[in-house]
């Protein structure tokens, strides 16, 4: 790895001919092909695989789930060792490994035969696609962008969530006429060729290292006449460490509404599909549900970039959490297909929301500078809580029945989450007091 500050290869103008363009945009694109890459991990797509491993391994739902435990407490602990890293080194060979590490789990998956050996595979593969992919690629826009931040970071969101929409449309055809497993064997040729291919081709550090600034800017910006810089300058040049971070009240906030929607949204995207099965309909059906949600998301999250460019991040945060308390109401009164799309819409809405504010709020509370380190510094947190939620969900299942207490209790906790954002204010840098 190349040492802070030491120029790293220029970037690929051979395969980037785009000399006009900021490159920014060219690690922006491959934001998007990485995080589509790597959806297989997340809950939207699990769920297709639920209810036919279920059936096929006698497995129940919470031996099931609590892989998907298993890969949040993983990223959340990775993400830990990963920040500093990714401060100093960039994000190059963290996405590459990160791409061959989930390739190779898609395979395990394929050929697992005991639950124990699902929670390793999984894990593993969720941890690198978190700590990995997601982390990555945020620290990697977070150099590359400030006043455009939001813009260039829909990109990684749309990836991940246009993944979670098509990827169980282009499987279930597999799952239905060859099995499950001929299915992870798909995804994982998939999944390599197109995160860590890309990663090692185009990603790169920060900017500076080729004389260029954040956002494509001719210069680094300067104080105006009457000597302040604007609000989201000033952010990215107050230089804040891990120590005053987390003396603000602010980060402690952040930290709550992170391990809050973390706790709730993974399990309800992990759940819902196997709920409205349970409520009648079929189950490719039901893959449209998830089409309808992670589409949704995925177009509305270059609204929301639109959005946090132009307002703080934390009323988009609030935003989000009003969106997921209404589909929370909404599922729970769900006992048909239109009821379930309806559910779909809203949740979507507030997935891309998340999509973006998952990877911004540090950045955009505390700079480009110690991103890593700080989301780093706060992942132990989000590992107590943030990964209960899909096992809590489907033992609340086996032992009620239903899921509907589970979408009670994930209510209560973004409502939670909507408090914590109105109590976190931008906090203002010791230098600056």
Known sequence: MKQAGSP???????????????????????????????APMYGAVLSIWVKPIGDDMGWSRTEIAFAFTVGSFVGSMLTSAMGPILDRHGARTVTVVAGVIIASMLVGLALMQAPWQMWI??????????????????????????????????????GLRFGQAVMP??????????????????????????????????????????????DGAEAAPQQAPGGTLSARDAVEQAQWTV????????????????????????????????????????????????????MTSAVSTF??????????????????????????????????????????????????????????????????RSTGAIRGATAPFLAIVGPVGPTLAGYIRDTTGDYELAFMVFAGVFVIGIVSMLLAPPPRHPSAR
């Open 169 to 214: 449309l282009m499987v279930l055809p597999i799952i239905l006429t060859l099995g499950w497993r001929s299915a992870y064997g798909a995804l994982a040729v998939s999944t390599l060729l197109l995160a860590a291919v890309p990663a090692f081709l185009f990603m790169r550090r920060r900017p500076e290292d080729y004389g260029l600034h954040p």
């Open 303 to 368: 609204f929301w970039g639109w959005l946090i460019d132009r307002t703080h991040i934390r009323f988009t945060m609030m935003a989000t959490g009003l969106f997921y308390l209404i589909s929370m109401v909404l599922i729970i009164q769900a006992d048909s297909y239109l009821d379930a799309v309806v559910f779909s819409l809203f949740w979507g809405i507030g997935a891309g929301g998340w999509s973006l504010g998952f990877r911004l709020l540090i950045p955009n509370y505390f700079g480009r």
């Open 121 to 158: 595979f999984f894990g593993a593969g969720r941890g690198a696609a978190i700590a990995g992919i997601q982390f990555g690629s945020t620290v990697a826009l977070a150099n590359w962008f400030v006043h455009k931040r939001g813009r260039a970071s829909a990109y990684a969101g749309f």
């Open 243 to 294: 120590r005053q971070a987390f003396r603000t009240p602010a980060l402690w906030m952040v930290v709550v509404v992170l391990s809050a929607y973390g706790f709730a949204q993974t399990a309800v995207n992990l759940h819902a599909v196997a709920s409205f099965q349970e409520r009648g309909v079929s189950f490719a059906a039901s893959t449209t549900i998830v089409f309808i949600w992670a």
């Open 8 to 38: 790293e290869s220029s970037p690929p103008r051979l395969l980037w001919p785009f000399k006009q363009l900021y490159y920014g945009w060219g690690i922006a694109a491959t934001t998007l092909l990485i995080s589509f890459a790597s």
